[in-house]
């Protein structure tokens, strides 16, 4: 099976602090492709540079066969995702913010209005449809972003942390839904969480980072093996250490804070 | 076409919502013409230059313009800072298409504002010399609203946050507006401010706008329309540059 996303050395630096370092890994065409690590760890930053929101300091990478930082466009083609931090507008309607995607992302007139009244309900929130997002809840936010995300059926679904803060219903519902989108359109979908019990029930294949490297990578099963674990939380702890990451976290917010007003 | 007006679309929804933003900043432009519009009229009528709202109102509408399109520029902070700005990050659409939206979107608006002002004018005492040149006065509207749209966003595109914000205001647009001849004629003064009114492009804007309201130009409708027009477009070509160069 060909690759769809390779990613060769890359390394990305925020002043002194190297947020990701040499890392290299490849994702499979049409796998479920979990990428995870504790807080900090650089999955963040990867899917920044791999979306082309941030530009790597050193590093080869293909997505569908570009480069992110010379073909720009023809990369977010590519791609749908789902960002970890909010990305709604908040001054819009639920329904006002799925059009303005749909329109960006050039779903075609003919399906737009159906395929919005069909996620929307897919996340039970087509009562709420004409409501503004800022009188929504957290986990209401959420899934309207991952009704977003999921309008168009992009070759690559990058999703970070997208139940995050989901109940186990909605998570497993969503889920659901995904898997059955990764079989039937064989979409590749590359995701991170922090609930490793989910990755093993729906990964493919696995990666680990910690402190900005890869750790580990593998199917679950060969992850299980290689550290004698029977769960694949325990292989995970095995891996990174049980040590708790705040610290990690708070440097980048750190640096983020220390940026000047101008930020070239 | 349509990711232009979708965006389009999405800055006056956002507008028109805000009652509280449209009234806000209707506070300073109606202040300035009532306060300095009767404090200096008599003035200024002594002095020989007749009514002075009526020289004073196109400054005015012009200052209007000139702040609500640098604030919408600057929305581009606040989609930064709220996570929408990332959404049309990675959406595969040009970035000139995402510029020309969210340009076109904060011109509209700020036109509108300047309209409200007009008609606000009105009952001051200003009156339209020349109903004909109403379309012409729309135009040099138009272009102030499009060119300080444009130059609100190249700025917020490398300003990391709103606290660089209150240094726009401070060194760049209070000094446009003020040294623009909004308040008073640029004809006869000492020579560096004389220069730096020259190489204001707000002072094309105020001038092609009085010439078509009241019929007083100093420059002439063909140089005010070339220098605000080749603005507009050099700051829309950076503009889209350093909106593209944007990393989050």
Redesign the interface.
Known sequence: MENIIIVKNLTKKFGNFTAVDNVSFDVREGTIFAFLGPNGAGKTTTI?IL?????PTSGELKINGHDPVKEE?ET??S?G?V?Q????????TAY?NM???S????VPKAIREKRIEEMLKFVELWDRKNSFVKHFSGGMKRRLEIARGLLHHPKILFLDEPTLGLDPQTRNHIWNYLQDLNKKENITIFFTTHYIEEAEKVAKDVAIIDNGIIVAQGTPDELKQKTKTSMLEDAFLNLTGRKIREEEAGAIDHLRMR?????? | MEIIYILWLRQLKRYFRSKSRIIGSLGQPLLFLLAFGFGFGSIYQKAGEGNYIQFLAPGIIAMSILFTAVFSGTEIIWDKQFGFLKETLVAPVSRLKIMLGRTLGGATVAVFQGLIVLVISLFAGFKIQNTSMLLTALLFMALIAVLFTALGTAIASVLEDMQGFQLIINFLIMPLFFLSGALFPIDGLPKTIAVITRINPLAYGIDGLRGALINSMHFGFTTDFLVLGSLVIILMVIGSYLFDKIQI
């Open positions: 920044k979306t082309t929101l941030l530009n466009h977010r083609s791609f995702i960002f931090d909010p990305s709604l507008d908040e001054e819009l006002e059009k303005l995607h329109v960006l992302y050039g940026r000047r007003v101008f930020h070239r």
